[in-house]
């Protein structure tokens, strides 16, 4: 209990509060820019916590998810220009809600769906995270090991239309985080001399490589060649308020959507997309007005944003308790956990639990702050979808560069970036899947480290593996349920 009460202590200090509220206002902006989402806003966000304190840095990143997950609404309901693939569920009855004169209440009606989608994950990963910890414990390297692969092939054919691209693209990120030094060995791998790789490829100049420059140049190219007319909803003087007394009557889809967005959230590589279009069916199905659905019904959007928020929190139930990142925010979390010597996974309630239950604590914090901060700026936000393009991407751009020049310490880390760039660039040409490139990348040292230790404990005798039932298990199922999901897949397409 001193514990406890000892991070939230700390949760509830200048420094964290402050840095909180900074990441939950980055998330809103940017993700209310077209073209731009969380996760890119989180990637350009790493660089600036280099500096602080564990918790003030994962608080961070924590408001910029919880930020840009309502932010994503902004341009999907006043643009009809989703920023996310989940945000084009929104979409459907958001604009239409928009264009009928009601822009606010579409808005509000999202804010409050999202962060109460949030804040019932977050409770849920309060609750079992301990727990399930605790039984992640009795898993040993040859345990592990299975179910790193089985996670990370579960990603790959549920990333992107190609079960091969996935695989590839995890593949690389795994072999790319061999560069640095051997763990066994201490010797200089894949260094070509630069002292600068000794420590391995910077998480941040690699995400803000594929992640957001490649994307910001698209974006500007488009721009140049197509100038699109935007179809802007302008806010009104506050006669359209959603009372949230009146939004207390949509409690059923949120707790739908909070529920969906929880149980795929909780499963690494089913992602926000699948929640938000699950619910929406869901409320569709189950709606005494079907029809209405899809001309402005604010049940759609409570059912789509309470999902999509859902998965955040959700996400981090596997991040904690194995140390898997289930998609790409939880993924850039690991990174930031790795960069201030802290190692995601079942030990990290033992050897780090006041960080744990800070973060906990900062969680709930930013999930208060975005509805704060989301109700008292709707207007204002509401006005970033009209600054021109051309202005904010080479902001953005300037931002990424900068960022990481100042946290890396010179040239070098900029020079990397803009390789990876290029990589990402080819990558989005190719619809080779970037998430799950990162997602291997930070998986890499782990699927590394547990693979010896099991060859070790094996002695090196493959038919060891029937010691281990639950890991044999675990590696039979890997190529079938490969098989089964990338079988529906395509029968989802071709339907």
């Known amino acids: ?67 840009g997950g309502f932010g ?33 209440r579409a808005l509000q009606t999202a804010l409050y769906s999202s962060v109460a989608g949030d804040t019932c994950s977050d409770l849920v990963l309060i609750l079992l995270a301990p727990t399930l910890a605790i039984y992640a414990l009795k898993a040993g390297p040859v345990e592990l090991s299975a179910i790193l692969i089985i996670s990370l092939t579960l990603i790959a054919s549920l990333s992107g239309r190609s079960l091969a691209k996935g695989i590839f693209a995890a593949a690389l990120g795994a072999f790319l985080a061999t560069v640095g030094i051997d763990p066994e060995t201490a010797s200089p791998r894949f260094t070509f001399g630069y002292i600068e790789l000794f420590d391995g490829l910077p998480l941040a100049a690699v995400a803000i490589g594929v992640l957001a420059v490649p994307e910001i140049i698209e974006r500007l190219r488009e721009g140049r060649t197509h100038r699109p007319t935007r179809d802007v909803v302008t806010m009104s003087d506050g006669a359209d308020r959603m009372p949230f007394r009146e939004w207390l009557s949509l409690k059923v889809p949120v707790l739908r959507g909070a529920g969906i967005g929880t149980t795929i ?91 744990v239950y800070g973060l906990f604590a900062a969680m709930i914090m930013a999930n208060v702050l975005v509805l704060v901060l989301g109700s008292l700026g709707l207007r204002l936000f509401a006005l970033i979808v009209k600054v021109p393009p051309y202005l904010i991407y080479p902001i953005v751009l300037l931002l990424c560069v900068v960022g990481i020049y100042v946290s890396q310490g010179g040239f070098f880390a900029v020079w990397l970036m803009l390789g990876f760039a290029a990589l990402g660039w080819f990558m989005l040409k190719l619809e080779i899947s970037v998430v799950c490139f990162i997602i291997g990348l930070v998986l890499g040292p782990m699927i590394e480290l547990s693979i010896r230790q099991s060859v070790i404990l094996l002695s090196r005798n493959p038919m060891a593996i029937f010691d281990h039932p639950f890991a044999m298990v675990l590696v039979a199922l890997t190529p079938a349920v490969a098989w089964v999901l990338v079988r529906d897949r395509q029968r989802l397409s071709d339907g």
């Not at 220009?81 to 929104?90: C, D, I, L, V, Y």
């Not at 009855?93 to 009601?102: C, F, I, N, S, T």
């Open 1 to 67: 209990m001193d514990v406890i009460i000892a991070a939230f202590l700390d949760a509830l200090s200048l420094t964290t509060f402050l840095s909180v509220i900074a990441g939950v206002l980055i998330g809103i902006v940017i993700g209310a820019i077209p073209g731009l989402n969380a996760p890119m806003a989180m990637a350009v966000a790493i660089p600036l916590t280099f500096t602080m304190a564990p918790l003030a840095a994962i608080g961070m990143l924590v408001g910029v998810m919880k930020g």
């Open 72 to 104: 994503g609404a902004i341009g999907a309901i006043l643009l009809n220009t989703p920023g996310e693939p989940h945000s084009a569920a929104t979409t459907l009855d958001g604009h239409p809600m928009a264009r009928a004169g009601k822009p606010r």
């Open 265 to 355: 959230g909780a499963m690494p590589g089913l992602g926000t997309t699948l929640a938000a279009f699950l619910s929406y069916s869901a409320t569709k199905r189950f709606s005494k007005e079907p029809e209405k659905l899809g001309t402005g019904a604010p049940e759609g959007i409570a059912a789509t944003e309470s999902a999509n928020s859902a998965v955040s929190g959700a996400n981090l139930i596997p991040l904690l308790t194995l140390g898997i990142p289930g998609n790409l925010t939880a993924a850039l979390l690991v990174g930031a956990f790795l960069i201030h010597g802290v190692t995601p996974g079942p030990l990290i309630f033992e050897r780090d639990a006041q960080l």
